[in-house]
């Protein structure tokens, strides 16, 4: 028996065949090279009907990661990152392929700590959270062995969460944690402190600001250049406040980072943890594990095999 997982990114398509036990089989992984509305579908479709009708083991159910909000009464998502999906019906043109087979839908966040509790490093755990920051900042939270939702399906969108004053109208987009400390953040904070530092002429001075990327800010770091060693210490301060009030709020057994920032920021676990320290329930704080993730760039696509082999189940 097999089952297809899919890990929909801002910028890339992932697609696995797993089997029941959690051993990938294949993967493949397709640019998206800018497509938009039905073109992102059409995509998905296409992958689906090659996996579905050419494999060898039958496909019993089929799960997918989506980034952003998977409407369950509905079946429509809402993905900023993808032109055209504020209300996509993304369910619905999945079944008319997928015919018999099931098919279930969930925001990356939920996938991402399903697929650390099925192979990852939440296995066991009751209650844990997966901190997603890559291309922006999301967290998956699992309560008492269940995931939490919300009224309308946006738990867990912590790149909202308000760590700085005052308000600021650049936090519009994608919220005050999230312009800071995301991937994106960690840019945008280099390039407002370069146009400030005028005097500056070190390491990211080497690149036209509209092309820093997280990466560059990272290597930089690696050569101590100031403006690097200072966004990474700001980046520092706002993961820990912000797992310091998830901490205190949900009390759970583990923090587990991922995301493509966890990564070259897994180094800072152990400075993160100080942090939060300072701002969590003193006691709640000594009790829960800081930990990586145990899929690196893969919890999501396992979370999605999770939810395809929990259709199975309850069919």
Same mark, same amino acid.
């Given at each position: 028996?097999?089952? !297809?997982? !899919?890990?929909?990114?801002?910028?890339?398509?992932?697609?696995?065949?797993?089997?029941?036990?959690?051993?990938?089989?294949?993967?493949?992984?397709?640019?998206?090279?800018?497509?938009?509305?039905?073109?992102?579908? @059409?995509?998905?479709?296409?992958?689906?009907?090659?996996?579905?009708?050419?494999?060898?083991?039958?496909?019993?159910? %089929? @799960?997918?990661?989506?980034?952003?909000?998977?409407?369950?009464?509905?079946?429509? *998502?809402?993905?900023?990152?993808?032109?055209?999906?504020?209300?996509?019906?993304?369910?619905?043109?999945?079944?008319?392929?997928?015919?018999?087979? /099931?098919?279930?839908?969930?925001? +990356?966040?939920?996938?991402?700590?399903?697929?650390? #509790?099925?192979?990852?490093?939440?296995?066991?755990?009751? +209650?844990?959270?997966?901190?997603?920051?890559?291309?922006?900042?999301?967290?998956?939270?699992?309560?008492?062995?269940?995931?939490?939702?919300?009224?309308?399906?946006?738990?867990?969108?912590?790149?909202?969460?308000?760590?700085?004053?005052?308000?600021?109208?650049?936090?519009?987009?994608?919220?005050?944690?999230?312009?800071?400390?995301?991937?994106?953040?960690?840019?945008?904070?280099?390039?407002?402190?370069?146009?400030?530092?005028? =005097?500056?002429?070190?390491?990211?001075?080497?690149?036209? /600001?509209?092309?820093?990327?997280?990466?560059? *800010?990272?290597?930089?770091?690696?050569?101590? +250049?100031?403006?690097?060693?200072?966004?990474?210490?700001?980046?520092?301060?706002?993961?820990?406040?912000?797992?310091?009030?998830?901490?205190?709020?949900?009390?759970?057994?583990?923090? %587990?980072?991922? @995301?493509?920032?966890?990564?070259?920021? !897994?180094?800072?676990?152990?400075?993160?943890?100080?942090?939060?320290?300072?701002?969590?329930?003193?006691?709640?704080?000594? #009790? *829960?594990? &800081?930990? #990586?993730?145990?899929?690196?760039?893969?919890?999501?696509?396992?979370?999605? @095999? &999770?939810? =395809?082999?929990?259709?199975?189940?309850?069919?």
């Amino acid at each position: 028996m097999s089952i !297809i997982g !899919i890990d929909l990114g801002g910028t890339k398509l992932a697609i696995a065949i797993l089997s029941e036990s959690g051993k990938m089989l294949s993967k493949e992984v397709i640019a998206l090279d800018n497509r938009k509305g039905n073109e992102v579908g @059409g995509l998905i479709i296409e992958l689906i009907k090659k996996y579905t009708f050419s494999e060898g083991s039958p496909i019993q159910s %089929i @799960g997918v990661s989506m980034p952003g909000i998977s409407r369950k009464k509905t079946g429509t *998502v809402w993905a900023p990152n993808i032109a055209g999906w504020e209300d996509y019906p993304l369910l619905k043109e999945i079944k008319q392929v997928a015919g018999a087979i /099931p098919v279930s839908i969930d925001s +990356d966040r939920a996938c991402a700590i399903l697929g650390e #509790q099925w192979q990852g490093n939440a296995r066991g755990c009751k +209650d844990a959270i997966y901190l997603a920051v890559g291309t922006g900042i999301g967290a998956g939270i699992l309560i008492d062995g269940i995931i939490l939702r919300g009224a309308h399906d946006i738990a867990g969108a912590v790149g909202w969460m308000a760590l700085h004053k005052p308000y600021q109208k650049k936090y519009i987009p994608c919220g005050c944690f999230e312009y800071y400390a995301s991937g994106e953040g960690i840019a945008k904070l280099t390039r407002e402190i370069l146009q400030e530092e005028s =005097a500056y002429r070190g390491v990211l001075r080497e690149y036209a /600001p509209e092309k820093i990327t997280a990466h560059h *800010v990272f290597a930089a770091f690696e050569e101590n +250049d100031p403006v690097a060693l200072q966004v990474i210490q700001e980046c520092i301060e706002y993961w820990g406040m912000a797992v310091a009030n998830l901490i205190s709020v949900f009390n759970p057994e583990k923090i %587990i980072f991922g @995301g493509g920032v966890f990564g070259p920021a !897994i180094k800072f676990i152990p400075s993160i943890k100080a942090e939060a320290a300072k701002w969590a329930q003193p006691i709640s704080v000594t #009790q *829960v594990n &800081f930990e #990586q993730s145990g899929l690196p760039g893969e919890a999501s696509i396992y979370g999605a @095999g &999770f939810l =395809a082999l929990k259709n199975i189940h309850r069919t």
